[in-house]
Nanobody, 119 residues
Framework: QVQLVESGGGLVQAGGSLRLSCAAS????????MAWFRQAPGKEREFVAR????????NYADSVKGRFTISRDNAKNTVYLQMSSLKPEDTAVYYC????????????WGQGTQVTVSS
């Protein structure tokens, strides 16, 4: 497992932008696929975006495709989520997750960072 700490959440107006960061501990960050999930009150946690170890492959939930961009800097042990054209329905707690390349499940999760988008 790897320890993950999210940051960058906050309050923004609809149409605005925000960048989330997820800092990972350890020396094996490049062994992990990374992803962002989010959960709104009363709703199930949902997948947002993922990125493979090298950063060469990404995919997104349909609800955020074209607006959000996931990236990573392995030298800094950090994954990012750049969010633009934010909508009120993007309001949620955003979680960073890590999955070892040899596993099929995410085994490390951050504590989450709150993103609130006002109308």
């Amino acid at each position: 497992q790897v320890q993950l700490v999210e940051s960058g959440g906050g309050l923004v107006q609809a149409g605005g932008s925000l960048r989330l960061s997820c800092a990972a501990s350890g020396r094996t960050f490049s062994n992990y696929n990374m992803a962002w999930f989010r959960q709104a009150p009363g709703k199930e946690r949902e997948f947002v975006a993922r990125i493979v170890r090298s950063g060469g492959l990404t995919n997104y939930a349909d609800s955020v495709k074209g607006r959000f961009t996931i990236s990573r800097d392995n030298a800094k042990n950090t994954v990012y989520l750049q969010m633009s054209s934010l909508k009120p329905e993007d309001t949620a707690v955003y979680y960073c997750a890590a999955r070892p390349y040899y596993n099929d499940a995410y085994d490390s999760w951050g504590q989450g960072t709150q993103v609130t988008v006002s109308s």
